[in-house]
């Protein structure tokens, strides 16, 4: 599975999506795809004033603050249900 984040430097926002992903892809198996929205002229239209946004199964599913516990239901719906690691004590 591919997520796909559209973010843009010096951005808090996408730096904290950056982050909440990270810590996804330590339980959840998906490859990570950080795009800078500013390299891609339909994304930017469609999106510039929405960073970050996340992209999972080419769906745009989650704008602005990601919310972990939110994010990781998506993933696991997208994954079936695929078993992974506890999640230990991360806290959002």
């Known amino acids: 599975m591919i997520v796909r984040l559209y973010s843009k430097p010096n951005c808090c926002l996408c730096d904290q999506a950056r982050e909440v992903l990270e810590r996804l892809r330590e339980r959840l198996p998906f490859d990570l795809v950080e795009e800078d929205i500013r390299a891609d002229p339909a994304a930017f239209a469609a999106w510039r004033y929405d960073i ?3 992209i999972i199964d080419d769906r745009d599913t989650f704008k ?3 919310v972990e516990s939110e994010v990781e239901a998506c993933l696991r719906r997208a994954t079936n ?3 992974v690691a506890d999640s230990g ?3 959002e």
């Open 52 to 54: 970050p946004v996340v």
């Open 64 to 66: 602005h603050r990601l």
């Open 81 to 83: 249900g695929t078993p």
């Open 89 to 91: 004590a991360h806290g």
